[in-house]
């Protein structure tokens, strides 16, 4: 299993590293994280871990979410009960509060993967060749200029 993990502090992010690496994870670091949403269709990862500095992640979380559904942990500063909700309701699957418990930090996440086992951890891209289009996260194909048509199972 595969961990992204994107922080801009090296100190925190060799903690976290070895913390995804004790739940089994082979972890990716990133302090860039559109650049490492860029990269995410060509090396795919079943859990992004984002610590971010002081400051709302809520556009991280809402950036992740609109382009990926796997599991989102989010290392934050103290924050008020009302953003820590927000942040659940926007997209983030756990956010874990500064300072944190390593052992119950690699508990949460085993726990977190163990819940979405059953889920896609990435989405195949759309796929274009001449004027046929598939779209597998809408689940349409469009075919010239007669215009995208609904697959059903």
Do not use: C, W, Y
Not at 23 to 48: C, F, K, W, Y
Not at 56 to 67: D, E, G, N, W
Not at 78 to 99: C, K
């Amino acid at each position: 299993m595969r961990a992204l993990l994107v922080s801009q502090d090296p100190d925190e992010a060799a903690i976290l590293s070895l913390i995804l690496q004790r739940a089994g994870m082979t972890v990716t670091r990133s302090t860039d994280l559109e650049h490492a949403l860029q990269n995410q269709p060509e090396m795919p990862a079943d859990l992004i871990l984002l610590a971010m500095p002081a400051g709302s992640p809520l556009a991280q979380v809402r950036m992740i979410r609109a382009q990926t559904e796997i599991p989102l942990v989010l290392v934050a500063e103290q924050i008020e009960e009302a953003m820590h909700a927000l942040l659940l309701e926007s997209g983030a699957d756990l956010v874990v509060t500064r300072p944190f418990a390593p052992r119950l930090l690699i508990s949460q996440v085993r726990a977190l993967l163990r819940r979405a086992a059953g889920l896609p951890f990435f989405t195949l891209p759309t796929l274009t060749i001449s004027d046929l289009t598939l779209d597998p996260a809408t689940r349409t194909v469009q075919v010239g200029i007669l215009g995208p048509k609904r697959l059903t199972q």
